[in-house]
């Protein structure tokens, strides 16, 4: 099991909060990649919590993103990456630069956790931008490994 672990990639996905988005990409990639690729997810200017609404959203694709905490991307710099993603323009504005060569690639999606309405409204946004986190950012992925 520990060769199997050690033969897997490291993927950092960076966001701003890391309460939304970076939190559903490191569910999914672990969830669906996870014999090939190790997730991991960070911000810039972390969150208190991890989104409820985000949390809910992946729970309705059955990943639980429950105990799954914000940490600041300073937390990560040291540690050896194969690629390190943005999914928001201002994490990708404010990256900082790693102490080894990464890869790096921005895959850009709306912040769910801006929107206002109903709560009905707000998680219909949640689920698109889990989606679409699915059906762009996967691929990237399974191209790399």
């Known amino acids: 099991m520990a060769e199997q672990a050690a033969a897997r990639r490291r993927v950092l996905i960076l966001c701003t909060g890391n309460s939304c988005r970076s939190q559903m990409a490191e569910g999914w990639i672990n969830h669906l990649f996870g014999t090939r690729w190790l997730a991991r997810s960070a911000g810039t ?3 208190a ?3 409820p609404l985000a ?7 059955g990943v639980d993103i429950s105990g799954n905490r914000p940490e600041h991307v300073d937390e990560h710099l040291d540690q050896p990456w194969d ?8 994490a990708r504005e404010s990256c900082p630069i790693f102490p080894r060569p990464v890869e790096q690639i921005h895959v850009s999606f709306p912040d769910p956790a801006e929107v ?4 009905d409204e707000r998680m219909a946004l949640f689920r698109a931008v889990r989606d679409d986190i699915r059906a762009r950012l996967l691929p990237e992925l399974a191209r790399r490994g």
């Open 116 to 119: 206002t309405g109903s709560e």
């Open 49 to 51: 919590a991890v989104h």
């Open 45 to 47: 200017r972390p969150a």
């Open 55 to 61: 949390v809910r959203a992946m729970v309705e694709v």
């Open 83 to 90: 690629l390190v993603v943005t999914v928001c323009d201002s």
